[in-house]
């Protein structure tokens, strides 16, 4: 029968070694020494150990005040622990608005967070964005779309710049627009970049979408890499962009989470950890 090592136990091994070979006990002379082993060893069993790839993540919403976020209080509060959205007839958007982090800019990063949204609610998650100052608590940039209907949700939206760079289910290569065209509006058709060239498709849209739980919790992750972002919901990867567009790309730049015009919704978020890399 072989024995199994869980990563716990694998550490606590590794560190006994350590500690035996620390305190040069191969004489066998020094019975304190042999207790100071066993005292540390004890320690490694009764608080464990982190696993650097979890502890690497940072919580940047501390699930009971909005401290550290920008945002419009006639839209945005904290209720039952979750950053909560909401627009009412009586209280409409009259343009997109974001919560948005005071943390400054992020260039390489996993971003991890469980979202509700309502069946009527557009919103998504914005990252390597500037500031679209037009408008009070805008930003333009990218963003992992999210919809109450699941129809966009996973894809790579380009708020007020380049928009669709990825459906569901799309991996992408983004080309610039040709030298002549200075205004990204005149490169947009249907509202998708007329740069979107498909490598592969990862999978079919619709049956990823039935991946996403409607009227219920679901988790969204982000990894941004270089020119590579990835879009995973509940785990499965959703859309991959490879943005070679030198002109309009961004490598850095401010996050935070929208809610867009339309109908009265409400939007939730909750578990937002960071990884800066």
Same mark, same amino acid.
């Given at each position: 029968?072989?024995?199994?090592?869980?990563?716990?136990?694998?550490?606590?091994?590794?560190?006994?070694?350590?500690?035996?070979? $620390?305190?040069?006990?191969?004489?066998?002379?020094?019975?304190?020494?042999?207790?100071?082993?066993?005292?540390?060893?004890?320690?490694?069993?009764?608080?464990? *150990?982190? =696993?650097?790839?979890?502890? %690497?993540?940072?919580?940047?919403? =501390?699930?009971?005040?909005?401290?550290?976020?920008?945002? %419009?209080?006639?839209?945005?509060?904290?209720?039952?622990?979750?950053?909560?959205?909401?627009?009412?007839?009586?209280?409409?958007?009259?343009?997109?608005?974001?919560?948005?982090?005071?943390?400054?800019?992020?260039?390489?990063?996993?971003?991890?967070? %469980?979202?509700?949204?309502?069946?009527?609610?557009? $919103?998504?998650?914005?990252?390597?964005?500037?500031?679209?100052? +037009? /408008?009070?608590?805008?930003?333009?940039?990218?963003?992992?779309?999210?919809?109450?209907?699941?129809? *966009?949700?996973?894809?790579?939206? +380009? +708020?007020?710049?380049?928009?669709?760079?990825? *459906?569901?289910?799309?991996?992408?290569?983004?080309?610039?627009?040709? =030298? $002549?065209?200075?205004?990204?509006?005149?490169?947009?058709?249907?509202?998708?970049?007329?740069?979107?060239?498909? /490598?592969?498709?990862?999978?079919?849209?619709? +049956?990823?979408?039935?991946?996403?739980?409607?009227?219920?919790?679901?988790?969204?992750?982000?990894?941004?890499?270089?020119?590579?972002?990835?879009?995973?919901?509940?785990?499965?990867?959703?859309?991959?962009?490879? %943005?070679?567009?030198?002109?309009?790309?961004?490598?850095?730049?401010?996050?935070?989470?929208?809610?867009?015009?339309?109908?009265?919704?409400?939007?939730?978020?909750?578990?937002?950890?960071?990884?800066?890399?």
């Amino acid at each position: 029968m072989k024995t199994k090592f869980s990563p716990k136990k694998s550490f606590v091994i590794l560190l006994g070694a350590a500690l035996l070979v $620390s305190l040069g006990l191969s004489s066998f002379r020094t019975v304190n020494r042999w207790g100071e082993a066993a005292f540390l060893l004890g320690k490694a069993f009764s608080f464990g *150990y982190s =696993d650097p790839k979890v502890a %690497d993540f940072e919580s940047i919403f =501390d699930g009971k005040s909005l401290e550290g976020w920008e945002y %419009d209080p006639a839209f945005w509060t904290v209720k039952d622990g979750a950053i909560h959205g909401e627009t009412s007839a009586d209280n409409p958007l009259k343009a997109n608005t974001f919560i948005i982090w005071k943390g400054g800019e992020v260039g390489d990063f996993e971003l991890k967070m %469980d979202y509700w949204i309502s069946e009527t609610g557009n $919103s998504g998650v914005q990252y390597r964005s500037d500031r679209f100052t +037009e /408008v009070p608590y805008a930003l333009r940039g990218y963003q992992a779309d999210i919809d109450g209907g699941n129809r *966009y949700t996973g894809q790579n939206y +380009e +708020e007020r710049k380049r928009t669709t760079l990825a *459906y569901r289910g799309q991996k992408t290569r983004i080309t610039s627009q040709p =030298d $002549s065209i200075t205004n990204l509006r005149e490169f947009v058709e249907r509202n998708a970049w007329k740069g979107l060239n498909l /490598v592969e498709d990862l999978g079919d849209r619709a +049956e990823l979408g039935n991946l996403i739980k409607k009227g219920d919790w679901n988790s969204i992750h982000i990894v941004a890499q270089g020119n590579v972002l990835k879009h995973y919901v509940n785990g499965t990867l959703m859309s991959e962009v490879h %943005d070679e567009d030198s002109k309009n790309r961004m490598l850095k730049g401010l996050m935070g989470m929208q809610m867009h015009v339309g109908p009265p919704m409400k939007i939730m978020f909750k578990n937002v950890q960071l990884k800066k890399m």
